[in-house]
């Protein structure tokens, strides 16, 4: 059988190559690129400026969607979480989250997680697979015709965090793919630098990310200043400690260029990495490797089967006292969507409970 080609995952000029080989002419390569990405329609059969014949070659050897919305939630803060199946039936998840002056939509790199952070839902999946290219961007089109309408522009600007499922540097290919794809002017038009891509510390994709001249912005996923109480927390640890960890963060500090962002996220479990002895232990972290990216601390979100409790917002506003007067630029991240199992460490909870199911077409 022929493999079908996932047309979502192609750049404008694959495309038009893609097409070439069907024997039509490069524009065609360009107008469905534009159909695609553009206006964001999800089917051969709705894009009426191409000819019959070419649409229903289209469906025979390529695909225009993968994906299927499964379930979509909305939080009373409008923030909106899609439950998502691959071809293959595997799970994926997205959360379009609306603010003032921009929206930023969380994706998933992977189904499921290989990774163990025991304060992390998703890692009780497992790993199912990784994501194409095509899947990447179709979740972000899925989440813009969604809340917009098909194909229409966003009012806002439109930020990308690779924060859903999975951990996007054991996905760096097709996820940078994805990324080339969407950046087009003539498409989505989200340029590298409108994403943030956070990762568990996967130290050799650091340092590669390190030498890519156009690349997203980055975020470290810390939780523990010791490598005993990281370990137990986040078990890549053992792979690649602290030291190596950091000392990859001064190497991809070196490379930074005006208007980039680096943070590492903290994300705050109460009784567990909060006092403020941890607090100084992550300074005096800091300091020693000479970094000077910004924290990010995250109060955790409960969820039913993980054994953590928020940090009290006394504990999260004393932890960051501590940070600032050892000079740490800290900021508190504000939870999205909690009342939807959509903040981050939450997604794939309450699968089973669903609290609103819709067939949705978008
Ligand atoms: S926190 Fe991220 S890297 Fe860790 S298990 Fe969850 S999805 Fe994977």
Same mark, same amino acid.
């Given at each position: 059988?022929? !493999?079908?080609?996932?047309?979502?995952? +192609?750049? #404008?000029?694959?495309?038009?190559?893609? /097409? *070439? %080989?069907?024997?039509? @002419?490069?524009?065609?390569?360009?107008?469905?690129?534009?159909?695609?990405?553009?206006?964001?329609?999800?089917?051969?059969?709705?894009?009426?400026?191409?000819?019959?014949?070419?649409?229903?070659?289209?469906?025979?050897?390529?695909?225009?969607?993968?994906?299927?919305?499964?379930?979509?939630?909305?939080? !009373?803060?409008?923030?909106?979480?899609? +439950?998502? #199946?691959?071809?293959?039936?595997?799970? /994926? *998840? %997205?959360?379009?989250? @609306?603010?003032?002056?921009?929206?930023?939509?969380?994706?998933?790199?992977?189904?499921?997680?290989?990774?163990?952070?025991?304060?992390?839902?998703?890692?009780?999946?497992?790993?199912?697979?990784?994501?194409?290219?095509?899947?990447?961007?179709?979740?972000?089109?899925?989440?813009?015709?969604?809340?917009?309408?098909?194909?229409?522009?966003?009012?806002?600007?439109?930020?990308?965090?690779?924060?859903?499922?999975?951990?996007?540097?054991?996905?760096?290919?097709?996820?940078?793919?994805?990324?080339?794809?969407?950046?087009?002017?003539?498409?989505?038009?989200?340029?590298?630098?409108?994403?943030?891509?956070?990762?568990?510390?996967?130290?050799?994709?650091?340092?590669?990310?390190?030498?890519?001249?156009?690349?997203?912005?980055?975020?470290?996923?810390?939780?523990?200043?010791?490598?005993?109480?990281?370990?137990?927390?986040?078990?890549?640890?053992?792979?690649?400690?602290?030291?190596?960890?950091?000392?990859?963060?001064?190497?991809?500090?070196?490379?930074?260029?005006?208007?980039?962002?680096?943070?590492?996220?903290?994300?705050?479990?109460?009784?567990?990495?909060?006092?403020?002895?941890?607090?100084?232990?992550?300074?005096?972290?800091?300091?020693?490797?000479?970094?000077?990216?910004?924290?990010?601390?995250?109060?955790?979100?409960?969820?039913?089967?993980?054994?953590?409790?928020?940090?009290?917002?006394?504990?999260?506003?004393?932890?960051?006292?501590?940070?600032?007067?050892?000079?740490?630029?800290?900021?508190?991240?504000?939870?999205?969507?909690?009342?939807?199992?959509?903040?981050?460490?939450?997604?794939?909870?309450?699968?089973?409970?669903?609290?609103?199911?819709?067939?949705?077409?978008?």
């Amino acid at each position: 059988m022929k !493999e079908t080609v996932e047309l979502l995952g +192609l750049t #404008k000029s694959e495309l038009v190559s893609f /097409v *070439e %080989t069907l024997g039509e @002419p490069a524009y065609r390569g360009r107008q469905i690129f534009g159909g695609l990405q553009h206006r964001r329609l999800r089917s051969f059969d709705e894009m009426s400026d191409l000819p019959k014949p070419l649409r229903s070659r289209l469906e025979e050897v390529g695909r225009a969607s993968s994906l299927r919305v499964e379930s979509r939630y909305i939080s !009373e803060d409008g923030t909106r979480r899609y +439950l998502m #199946k691959t071809q293959d039936n595997l799970p /994926v *998840e %997205t959360v379009f989250i @609306p603010e003032e002056h921009r929206d930023t939509i969380c994706f998933s790199s992977q189904s499921g997680c290989p990774l163990q952070c025991t304060f992390c839902l998703t890692a009780q999946l497992g790993l199912l697979r990784s994501l194409s290219a095509a899947e990447i961007v179709e979740q972000i089109i899925i989440a813009l015709n969604d809340a917009y309408g098909v194909g229409v522009k966003p009012p806002r600007g439109t930020n990308l965090v690779a924060m859903g499922a999975g951990e996007p540097f054991l996905n760096l290919e097709s996820l940078m793919k994805a990324l080339r794809v969407m950046s087009d002017a003539d498409g989505l038009y989200i340029v590298p630098n409108r994403v943030t891509v956070s990762t568990a510390g996967v130290v050799p994709k650091i340092l590669e990310l390190a030498t890519v001249p156009d690349r997203p912005h980055l975020a470290i996923s810390l939780a523990a200043p010791t490598d005993e109480l990281r370990e137990e927390l986040m078990p890549i640890n053992k792979r690649w400690p602290l030291a190596e960890l950091l000392s990859a963060c001064k190497t991809f500090e070196k490379t930074l260029k005006p208007g980039e962002r680096f943070t590492f996220e903290y994300v705050m479990l109460a009784g567990v990495n909060d006092s403020d002895e941890h607090a100084r232990q992550l300074a005096n972290l800091l300091n020693r490797h000479g970094l000077t990216a910004k924290v990010n601390l995250i109060p955790h979100n409960p969820a039913d089967p993980l054994p953590y409790q928020p940090s009290p917002p006394e504990r999260v506003d004393e932890f960051k006292s501590i940070l600032e007067s050892k000079g740490i630029h800290v900021y508190v991240r504000r939870p999205r969507g909690r009342d939807i199992f959509a903040a981050c460490g939450q997604l794939a909870a309450r699968h089973s409970t669903l609290i609103e199911t819709n067939s949705i077409g978008v």
